[in-house]
């Protein structure tokens, strides 16, 4: 592969993270993009624990914690015993978590529908496959490095 393909690649993903912050402005301003992310991954795949929460988003314990304790304080998880582990806890989302969720997703879509009016639906689709898959092939190998170093 050509490296100097492979460096504007990287620069344009530097450049992805004002997309990003764009992205989280439209996201309701209590939530943030992390709050939101960390909030999805708990409607999608809970109840869960807050280390599950952790390894879906590929942050830290202590920053998945500082998320969910955040979202529980706003009154958007609950807190329940994990029935095959008393010790520990699983996350759920309440529903205001579920409506904050649904309105800055909808918010978060209206703005991009306008960003990407001159797009065709193609490009689009294109894009978002070329990016799932990036992002799947980068978790592979950040998942593969972790294997190799355990």
Not at 7 to 17: A, D, F, N, Q, T
Not at 20 to 40: I, N, P, Y
């Amino acid at each position: 592969m050509n490296s100097a393909a492979v460096e504007r690649l990287v620069r344009s993903l530097y450049r992805l993270g004002m997309v990003q912050r764009q992205l989280a402005r439209h996201a309701l301003a209590e939530l943030g993009s992390q709050g939101f992310v960390a909030l999805g991954v708990i409607h999608v795949n809970g109840p869960v624990r807050v280390s599950d929460v952790a390894q879906k988003l590929n942050v830290a314990l202590s920053v998945a914690s500082r998320q969910v304790a955040a979202l529980e304080s706003a009154g958007y998880v609950t807190r329940e015993s994990d029935p095959a582990d008393r010790r520990a806890h699983r996350v759920t989302a309440t529903e205001s978590g579920r409506k904050v969720l649904k309105e800055s997703h909808r918010r978060m879509v209206h703005a991009f529908s306008q960003a990407l009016e001159g797009w065709t639906t193609e490009e689009v689709e294109s894009l978002s496959a070329a990016l799932d898959r990036l992002r799947e092939d980068v978790h592979r190998d950040v998942a593969g490095d972790r294997g190799v170093a355990a």
